[in-house]
């Protein structure tokens, strides 16, 4: 049997996420968005156009996902565990923000790496705290790198990203 393999996309809001997810969607991978529940729930208490690229939206929702998941963490693993059962070989995870769902997403059975997407400049408000996971996950692959237990991981610039210039040999030896 195949060793699957995981691929975790992590970044800032608006950094070439998508992006770069549909590139690696094209080297066979299942996409899981891992903020998907928020955008549905929210969009069911609060119908309408929801425009992704304005900052108001944004906050809300991540005022949204954080009251969810204050009253309960593992909310959000609900949709990723339903995906995991689909049995998938190649899986990519894109734009994962809270720690906890990263470590639970881990897989002992898998092979697991990380490509961070860095930008300039915070967020503010709610979304600036919602982001603050992403530093958060970042140091936990580096501490898993100094105890011994190192997972695969690249950064790339969301200008290389967004532009295209990524270096396309590097990540397709990567994933």
């Known amino acids: 049997m195949k060793t699957p393999?995981?691929?975790?996309?992590?970044?800032?809001?608006?950094?070439?996420?998508?992006?770069l997810a549909r590139m690696c969607a094209k080297a066979g991978y299942?996409?899981?968005?891992a903020g998907a529940w928020a955008r549905r729930e929210y969009a069911s208490l609060?119908?309408?156009d929801h425009d992704d690229?304005?900052?108001?939206?944004?906050n809300a929702l991540a005022a949204h996902a954080m009251k969810?998941?204050?009253?309960?963490?593992m909310h959000s693993m609900v949709e990723y565990g339903k995906f995991m059962m689909e049995g998938h070989d190649k899986r990519l995870i894109v734009g994962v923000r809270n720690p906890g769902d990263f470590i639970h997403m881990l897989s002992r059975d898998a092979v697991n790496r990380v490509i961070f997407i860095t930008r300039d400049g915070p967020h503010g408000g709610n979304l600036g705290l919602m982001e603050q996971g992403v530093d958060i996950i970042h140091s936990i692959v580096m501490w898993m790198q100094k105890i011994g237990q190192p997972l695969p991981s690249m950064t790339l610039?969301?200008?290389?990203?967004?532009?295209?210039n990524i270096p396309h040999k590097l990540l397709r030896d990567f994933i």
């Open 68 to 73: 969810v998941l204050s009253r309960d963490p």
């Open 5 to 19: 393999m995981q691929l975790f996309i992590i970044g800032y809001t608006k950094t070439g996420k998508s992006t």
């Open 157 to 164: 610039a969301d200008a290389d990203v967004l532009s295209g």
């Open 46 to 48: 609060h119908p309408g």
């Open 30 to 33: 299942s996409v899981y968005e």
């Open 53 to 58: 690229m304005c900052p108001a939206y944004k």
